[in-house]
């Protein structure tokens, strides 16, 4: 299974974590300290995979993101290699030509992007169609939701209640 | 109250702006970021949800990024949870999965949330509350939601089907009886034809089945049709996982499953799934020769590709392969020869795996020296990386693969010559245990030894250090065996050695004393009564070496082969050159270098008045003095030629504990009475060799007792103490009797006061030597000794069980259909070890009496396929259910009627009535 998501910039800032498995708050920076080290300095042309404390992250790099996950010994790497372009081809379908600010403006969206994809560590959905369909959907309840709290009058007659 | 949560709403600052003020830096980022949190907590507070749940969603993004503390929002975040917006939720159902962990105390609250959105008509909603279930389910939570998960598994919204198949896996972790309610439905997912379905099913089971595979056994014919059937290679990747665990379990199995994976290996395109497939068949199906020729032939393709992807993967692969097949290995040299020199630290590391699994004992010099020569041209990181793994592949099971131990040690001189060396400290062990093993090797350790400290330049690197440390006792140790002590002494006093540490030092200057005595003893005792002639006359074939044993307690002189004559006046340089370079550390700040310098000085003082005598007159003229001075040479001399032996790690366990001795009481409250006396603290050093460092520890001990002796403050401290708290005091006698029993095993200083414990503890230690020879070398292999107990490893056994013991347990119920298994909840609440016992003792009543009474042949053999650890105890009864097993093989492929008829007789008795096995054959 999938451990944990990193994204990482190039000039090591931290862009997305999700974790799978329980990491204590503390342990969480250790490991991004640690596999940000590792993996921003090694160089272009070399393999994906790194050894880490017994588990294998596998990493790939798009534009100035380093896209990481962390999997088990007997993972199947290249299978992981497709999970990341996978889910960078659907962020790129979503935000119509993704760019790292994208992902810094809307990262929760980002989140809600890989809660498809992934589940419990898992590949839950190999379709970048209905990824994006369920997406559309989602987004679509939560704007109906938000117009309707967003209306001056509701904030009134909320705070006059 | 409202106005202000109006103006909280319209003027709180959204994600957005968080987001952009953080990034233009205006107040730096920390002060802009306690400042936002501030607002957070205070809006955080409001009874909007709207303005809540923006700000829970601030307090993710500053937790997630930038790692604040978010548990003070854990029941804020509940509280959005109740919102019936779907948005309020999306927001705290992250936040919740992202903070919350088995200790937060609102746990307790969530599950009413979880339980209404699981059953909620909105299948987004269902699914968020699922996703929060995977993250952050526990024992309680898993218990009382088990129920709406047995529901979802068979919900007709495929979407939440999958999600609710992947949260099974979770729950069944977390609360093992939930398999006895949802197993049988997950099953029937199995069957489904909707890929995202079946993708997610065979994910929970390979992740299953890695734990315990014995239990997926039965299931084995689904996945087969899967596997065959299926054209995604996702699910196709999940399956070959869970054959490569089943495989090695069922020989059949393995039988039927190999093909369609060749045929897999061979048609694929994917590289993901066709590494999987090698994967498979190098750990699993090692056995089928062509399976493997296959895959071989994959790997090398790998190996060579231009991706270093998939050369990373074909040198792992290839080193899976290697320890079932070397020749693999063999065949391939030159690609994994070749990687050695590639750019990425990683594919070199794997090659120089494979490398040194390569190694023999006839190829290990070569290998070596290639090696070596890779070391000195590569970079620091990458050649510690090749030093560390020489060493450790050469000392693996006490130098099993060495024959050539003067190669050997020469090998270690070299490598610690090398500019990037950093393996100081295994190099150091390495030499004093080889010292101390191997005899034979004496001669060429001195010589090696001494190239090492002769040379100034070494000084100075500070990794090395330990090295020289390890030569320096050497040389002090097995002075005897040195063509010329004089030359030794000067490397171990040069100028240079200030740059060691103390520790250091102390060894050095103690190996110069050992070096001295020898000298002196040499010119003296036995050179005295020819004369003070050179040593050299005396010098003899090195046969005798061989003959030399481990009991003797005096080394025999005639080994001897200084080639350097010893005389009157070079001794009388040497003791003016000890005292030249001692004397400036008899002011060192370090106490044990002071103290040896000291000892040293001291006995120099002593000597030199009969060494500048004898030298100048006759030697009649101070007979008395110069025979007092012989003495105490000898008796030095006597007490360092004492040999070291390695001494057995359960050594000191085998030392009987006397009777009234409790050893394991507890002292905790006593540090606490103590805290406001001073102990006498000198007693924080130990003096001892490197080679002791087993059982240094015993010496404080008797240091203590010194220590308070010679200073009556600490002693009248310590009485006034002991009247005080006299009842944590041993009796006084028995407190003698404790030092006395645990004294430094080999310690050559202290070897003269033989007391009883001391010499029994020898006798132990050389009860527990074991020499061993290896027959059949060209060249003998000279004796290593070696330590029964204490070189064998305690390997740790592994129960395969232990962690999972309850939820293969389960499944096992499930899958093998035992409904008179005990009621569950009763079992559940025992700890695991306790209840895995408890299982066991019920399986096997089971048989029993199954096999007894009922006669069910057949489901007692399924219960031996799957439970584990009983096979031990009932070797009788396996015997009769492998017959049987053996039966229903026979009757299935109906070759020898006549036998299978005469056996079905002979088991009449049982009335066994013949039954289709219940792991049908996997006939698909």
Redesign the interface.
Known sequence: MIHFVLLISRQGKVRLTKWYSPYSQKERTKVIRELGGVILNRGPKLCNFVDWRGFKVVYKRYASLYFCMCIDQDDNELEVLEIIHHFVEILDRYFGSVCELDLIFNFHKAYYILDELLLAGELQESSKKTVARLIAAQDSLVETAKEQASSISNIIAQATK | M??Q??MD??FQRT??DL?KGL?QQLIGEQAFISKALEEIRKEIKST?L?TKSTAL?KL??L???H?H?MSFAAFHALEVLSSP????K??AY?AISLSF??STPVLLLITNHLRKDLTST?E?EVSLS??CL??IANVDLARDLTPEVFTLLSSNKL?VR??AV??V??VFEKYPDSVRVCFKRLVENLENYD??IL??VV??FS?LA?KDPRSYLPLAPEFYKILVDSK?N?IS?KVL?IF?KLAPLEPRLANRVVEPICDLMRKTGA??LL??CV?TVVTSFSEYESAVRLAVGKIREFMVDED??L???GLHALSIVASKHLWVVSENKEVVIKSLSD?????KIESLRLVMAMVSEHNVAEISKVLVNYALKSDPLFCNEILGSILSTCSRNVYEIIVDFDWYVSLLGEMSRIPHCQMGEEIENQLVDIGLRVKDVRLELVRVARDLLIDPALLGNSFLHRVLSAAAWVSGEYVEFSRNPLELMEALLQPRTSLLPPSIMAIYIQSAFKVLVFCLHTCFVRGGSTAGVSASASYESFDDLSVENGAGSTVAHGQTCTSAPITNESIVNLLKLVELALSPLLGSHDVEVQERARNLLGFVDLIKLEALNSSGQEENDSEQKGVEATKIIRLVHDAFSKELGPVSLSAQGKVPVPDGLTLNENLGDLETICSDIELPSSNTFSFGYPSEEKDVSSFSNLQIKEDSGQSNESTSLLAEHRKRHGLYYLPSGKSEVISNDYPPANDPALQGDNNDTASDLVKLTAESLVPKRKPNHSKPRPVVVKLDEADEKPVAVKHPESRDDSLSGAVRDILFGSEDILPTSSRSNLPSSNRKGKEKQHMITQVESKENVVGDGNSSSRRKDHSHGKERRHRKKNAEERNETDRKEKESSSNHPRRQKSRQRAEEPLKVPPQTSVIPDFLL
């Open positions: 409202s106005g949560s109006l709403s319209l994600l957005e987001i990034r909007d709207s969603l993710c993004y937790s997630n990024l790692f503390d917006r779907f948005s309020h999306k927001i992250h962990h088995d909105n987004f699922l996703q995977s993250r979407y999958k999600r992947a949260v896996l979770r890929p995202q993708s997610a994910g929970v992740e890695c995604s996702w990747i996982k490569a590289k993901s590494f999987e994967r270093p992807n050369k990373y993967l750019p990425d630290p990683n594919i």
